[in-house]
């Protein structure tokens, strides 16, 4: 097959392009790196000639709702344009589990995305997923100055090497619609991931824990962005995960 992966240079993306090349695919990838500019569709004329399918795992870094929504729509409406242009048979985009609990901040342009998608006549696949193992690391990086806090949540995170296998596989399969969602092996506290893996890059400091505000911290402190019963599990643990750290 032929895949094309928007966003391909970031980090799921990457997992995508190196497990679907071992599989022995042709794989190109749509970023500012290779010349693609989605938001204007600017260089993507041409470069979905001969794909059998797209994989969207693009992001943007923002709590605003209104920054999420223009990313998300733009790009999601660029790329069906050039896919219907080119005759592209499937497009597969990653969004999150439990996103209508909390529409309020960067959820919301991913809300906006599947409903895009689902409305599309590209023949389309939406997998939801729960947060990756690397949401800990994330919340702890941002802090300024040295001093870091925790947001109080439920999560039950996966590995992303796993959704980069599964959206490889759905690729191979043809469009689903919408597919069962994927999730951790098990529920973990948001805070206790934070505080190890703190400790497992050396920090000895103290990391309060706090309250995020908004849908979306009533969202995590309540578990509606935990998976449901009949979600698919992956295998790695989040402790597994940290000992695999470099600097673990």
């Known amino acids: 097959m032929r895949l094309a992966i928007a966003g391909g240079t970031g980090m799921t993306g990457g997992h995508i392009a190196e497990i679907a090349r071992g599989r022995g695919h042709d794989v190109s990838t749509l970023s500012r790196r290779t010349g693609v500019e989605l938001l204007s569709g600017a260089g993507l004329a041409g470069s979905l000639d001969g794909v059998d399918a797209l994989i969207d795992v693009t992001n943007v870094t923002t709590a605003k709702p209104d920054v999420s929504v223009m990313f998300f729509a733009g790009a999601t409406k660029s790329l069906l344009m050039a896919e219907r ?129 908004g849908g979306l911290g009533r969202a995590l402190r309540s578990g509606a962005l935990l998976p449901g019963p009949d979600a698919l599990r992956g295998t790695q643990t989040f402790a597994e995960w940290l000992d695999a750290l470099p600097d673990a």
């Not at 389309?124 to 990086?141: D, K, V």
């Not at 619609?177 to 190890?196: C, F, I, K, N």
């Open 85 to 213: 242009a080119a005759g592209v048979a499937h497009h597969l985009v990653l969004t999150i589990v439990g996103a209508e609990a909390a529409p309020d901040g960067y959820y919301a342009g991913k809300l906006v995305q599947e409903r895009l998608v689902a409305g599309s006549d590209v023949p389309w696949t939406i997998l939801r997923t729960t947060q990756f193992h690397e949401y800990a690391a994330m919340m702890y990086h941002r802090g300024h100055a040295g001093a870091h806090v925790t947001p109080s949540g439920r999560v039950q995170p996966v590995a992303v090497h796993e959704v980069a296998a599964h959206l490889v596989d759905l690729a191979e399969q043809g469009p689903a619609g919408r597919a069962t969602d994927l999730a951790g092996p098990q529920e973990e506290s948001l805070a206790d991931m934070v505080h190890r893996y703190a400790r497992a890059i050396g920090h000895r400091g103290p990391i309060p824990v706090v309250n995020t505000p």
